[in-house]
């Protein structure tokens, strides 16, 4: 399966899933970071066990290591091209979604 195929996969499973969660993200947050959500969950718990959860993830560690990835410091395939395209406050503002969910909701 292709990653694109996959990942819209993903993508429907989400959001018959962001139904069911505690707090839906609001309609800005999922439009900018609904990507994200597709590996990560949309609660911050991972859709997969080999993708991190971020859910409950300490603010400054979100904002250091997206940062690290986009300008490369943190070299990954994945990740490089997905924190490539945001700004400083694209990841602040994702960084606290992520960090303000209470982990362990699975
Ligand atoms: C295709 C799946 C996928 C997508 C989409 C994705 N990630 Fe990731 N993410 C991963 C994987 C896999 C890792 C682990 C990378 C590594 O090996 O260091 C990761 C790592 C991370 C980490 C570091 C976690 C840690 O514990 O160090 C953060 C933060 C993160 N992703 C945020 C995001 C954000 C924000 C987005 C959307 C802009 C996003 N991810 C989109 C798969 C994905």
């Known amino acids: 399966m292709t990653l694109l195929k996959s990942l819209s996969l993903t993508?429907?499973?989400?959001l018959f899933t962001v139904g069911m969660?505690?707090?839906a993200p609001s309609a800005a947050i999922s439009a900018k970071f609904g990507?994200?959500?597709a590996c990560h969950g949309v609660d911050g718990?991972?859709?997969l066990p080999t993708y991190p959860n971020l859910a409950g993830q300490n603010k400054d560690?979100?904002?250091q290591t997206l940062r690290e990835f986009r300008d490369g410091k943190r070299p990954n395939d994945v990740m490089g091209p997905?924190?490539?395209p945001?700004?400083?406050n694209d990841i602040d503002e994702v960084a606290m979604?992520?960090?303000?969910?209470?982990?362990?909701?699975?």
């Open 11 to 14: 993508v429907a499973g989400v």
């Open 61 to 63: 560690y979100l904002v």
């Open 97 to 106: 979604y992520f960090a303000d969910i209470k982990p362990g909701k699975k």
């Open 45 to 47: 718990h991972a859709i």
């Open 21 to 23: 969660a505690q707090a």
């Open 82 to 84: 997905m924190a490539k």
């Open 86 to 88: 945001l700004s400083n």
């Open 35 to 37: 990507v994200c959500f």
